[in-house]
């Protein structure tokens, strides 16, 4: 057995599970890249580059709220991201990419509260422009750009916020986004249904543990603010009050209110009879018969597409996976109706950190934002998802510190090794032979290296097959061919190298 | 055979070849996101967003010198890249990710005259920050921070450059870059040379024609100016000057020389003498004997290593391939050794336009960079290449808009259909099964679609498969299974439809 296990498909499905296969050795890829001694080389330093540490307050780092992926971090990412969009493809998406700045005025005023936590570009003559902060606004102004009136599009990449990292534990200022979107006129509630049944899918497939996707509509939201007589010019700060209930308990909501933000508290104890409620479908035909709310237009169109959701979302089997929850609010400005977010359910014992995890996947109906972009303000309704892969992304890596598992971060099938000295030449023509026959091979960038670094380089490394090339071997036109797991050696016709070491490696 | 070819591995090894299969067809593709009526929701847009036409000189678009990529696009780009990822993990390289910015001093004074193509951030208060430029010095940073002594990364993201997008035809602000690097203290040459049998195998991969990299050495450059008695003053005006040469005549960079930076006519000759030569090895011997650049230090060692690399290169099969090229500068401030740049080699009819194509890949030796960072001043001895994927990319969609070839921007398999009004539930039962069992498929969003319209959208997206469920079927407890192609429709059982149509996929 190799000194770390390499993650195969089966190991992967284990680390996305509970179960993990316990490992007590240390970390070993670590140890590799600094156990060598570093020899400064005298270079000869043609070009004048100025030494950073000449001056006086010399700091190395990332910016505030940034970190480098690590090649560990990013074997995880990656197999995250592909089971991602493997789930987009599931569902028919084509995949879009828009710059990672656009001119500034596209994203004012969508963002609500939050438009202060956009990064500005320095104005060095030419447009004003900012980095995005989303994945949706680009792909409305896209579609408003282009004229597209219906797509089912994934875009994958990374967003920038000017969140304070102190005050949001573990949020960061550049973090990626999977998004999914279908924009579009179509017969209601199916696409809405659709994105939930991805988002279970998804949630299931990375093995998160149990989920809960909570539900409402803006529409409701407004609706319940107007029949407990909120003025019409407090309905977004009140709103964004309410959206704190997953956070904070009631009272102190309902302080914030009174206290910050002047309503009455007569309306906010109305507003509390609401918003603490949550249920399955029956809760939907509870508010159907509420005196107050069923007065109201909006609100009777938001819960008629929520009894058509969960009509559809039986049929998907995602049901029971659903809450209608009338705290959701979701901070954006642009959602016009139904409103999702995924929160992971934790077992009790968990239940101190549960408010720390948060949402790992969110979206709505927003059915406006095209129609602002657009020259004569025509819109196409659209409605979406975001899974939020940072937050997933730290779980796992949680859960893998914890269990102990190496993962390996490179692919290398074969090392090819010699146990003589002036054999360079030898070993570069064939791994030379390798490479063109498409197979992943290394070797030590040394002219004599000692047989014994060699070999251990494939242990640490976790390289299956060793190809041994020596005095004996050449006169005999044969090549040593090593398992490192085994350490069987079987000796083949230099000839047939590629064809033996392909043959080993399909049995693997 | 459906409307347009679907990309299948043979069809892509024809699209990366020079013969493609003409197709007269429409852009169908582009039909179909357009041929659906608008019709425009009256969206009960509860946010108050502010629509752009109110205002006075609203466009809609992407910033200057950048562009949004389209599904099309981004199915070719993603295709590049796999092959070009899978060669860098062929030569065992491991993934790293740093943050679009960087610090704003961790960037100046590493690029030379360029530097003021850096975007820089505002300053909203704290740090002062620039988009990252390469992923060069990115690379180094992280080298530097992490105390990292020695490393095989590859890395894949974007860059951002404020050039004029007038000036240089083709070039956007923003491009993606893929850069292979080694760092580490090791015997001469021996990565160096395995950077350049990448960009060989990487320019081969993909088919883009012949092909030639040019290599030189800073150290030699740097020695030529030296004996031609070039002021030490005037070597970084001088070497950019020289890194013209592959764009305008000598006679016009000899005018810049004279003219423009203050050199002696005589001083410009002498530089001429050498710069316009270009040959394999033997003109590495010839300038081993040459009087003047013999007795410089510096010259010495850059010829010394080249042989080397030449050796090296002829075990790898391609030494052929290279051309030591005496003008060959690359403007980058941190090169110390070893520089080289791919170019395409046009056929005599399309010379023309050879200048225009510029270099694909290039990259080189920065023994220094890493030092610069580190505290104590320690460096990494460091070589690595950079392809040029996005004039790649170029070269492809243009090959692939000759040949009128259409591709795929969707995997789906299946398709879900009824020729009946109300089979909406069935409908969405039926798919989500097939989702569950990981098919990929998809249904339109209507309660009520024609049978016909359904099989058009399938002829249209080249999706190969259609199940059929109707009253009959859901009587007899069987599914119709259709092929697009064939027009071929065969009855079997509902319980066996995910094991019927895994089986047909797997066939084709």
């Not at 680390?15 to 590799?32: E, N």
């Not at 939020?388 to 269990?403: D, H, Y």
């Not at 670094?453 to 061919?481: A, F, R, S």
Request: charged share 25%; glycine share 8%.
């Amino acid at each position: 057995m190799p000194p770390f296990g390499l993650l195969h498909r089966r190991a992967w499905a284990s680390l996305f599970g509970q179960l993990l296969r316990p490992s007590g050795l240390t970390s070993l890829v670590a140890h590799i890249s600094h156990s060598f001694s570093c020899q400064v080389s005298e270079a000869v330093l043609i070009s004048q580059l100025k030494p950073h540490q000449e001056k006086s307050n010399f700091v190395i780092k990332t910016p505030k709220g940034t970190r480098d992926l690590s090649p560990q971090q990013m074997v995880v990412r990656e197999k995250i991201l592909d089971m991602v969009i493997d789930c987009f493809k599931r569902h028919g998406a084509k995949r879009l990419d828009t710059p990672a700045f656009e001119l500034k005025e596209m994203l004012t005023e969508k963002y609500g509260e939050d438009s202060g936590l956009i990064y500005d570009l320095k104005d060095q003559g030419g447009e004003l422009l900012s980095l995005r902060y989303d994945l949706t606004v680009p792909f409305a102004r896209y579609l408003a750009m282009n004229k597209v009136k219906r797509m089912k599009r994934y875009q994958v990449g990374k967003v920038w916020r000017r969140e304070s990292p102190t005050i949001v534990q573990g949020r960061y200022r550049e973090f990626c986004q999977c998004d999914f979107d279908i924009a579009g006129q179509f017969d209601p509630m199916i696409p809405d249904a659709e994105c939930l049944k991805i988002m279970c899918e998804v949630l299931s497939g990375l093995q998160l543990g149990d989920f809960l996707i909570k539900v409402n509509d803006r529409r409701i939201l407004d609706g319940i603010l107007a029949v407990c007589a909120v003025p019409q010019s407090k309905f977004h700060a009140i709103c964004s009050s309410i959206d704190k209930l997953d956070k904070i308990p009631w009272k102190d909501v309902r302080h914030e209110m009174v206290a910050k933000k002047g309503l009455a508290p007569e309306v906010a104890d109305r507003i509390g009879d609401y918003v603490q409620r949550h249920g399955g479908v029956s809760l939907v035909e509870e508010m159907f018969q509420d005196s107050r709310l069923s007065q109201n237009k909006q609100a009777l169109e938001g819960l008629g597409d929520l009894r058509l959701l969960f009509e559809y979302l039986t049929l998907f089997g995602i049901a029971e996976k659903i809450s209608f929850d009338l705290s959701l609010a979701r901070g954006l400005d642009y959602y016009t109706g139904v409103i999702y977010e995924a929160v992971l359910l934790q077992t009790p014992a968990q239940a101190e950190e549960c408010l720390n995890v948060g949402s790992v996947a969110a979206g709505g109906r927003y059915d406006g934002l095209v129609g602002v972009f657009d020259p004569k303000g025509h819109t196409v309704p659209c409605v979406g998802l975001s899974i939020g892969v940072e937050r997933i992304f730290a779980i796992l890596e949680e859960r893998m510190k914890t269990a102990g598992l190496k993962i390996r971060t490179t692919e290398t099938q074969v090392f090819v090794a010699t146990p003589q000295k002036n054999f360079l030449h030898e070993r570069l023509k064939l791994i030379s032979e390798l490479w063109d026959a498409g197979i992943k091979a290394e070797l030590l960038y040394k002219n004599n290296p000692k047989l014994l670094t060699q070999l251990h380089y494939c242990e640490h490394m976790g390289i299956p097959l060793v190809v041994i090339i020596g005095e004996q071997e050449l006169k005999e036109g044969v090549i040593k061919l090593r398992s490192v797991a085994s350490r069987e050696e079987v000796a083949i016709k230099r000839e047939n190298l590629v064809a033996e070491i392909q043959k080993k490696l399909s049995e693997s």
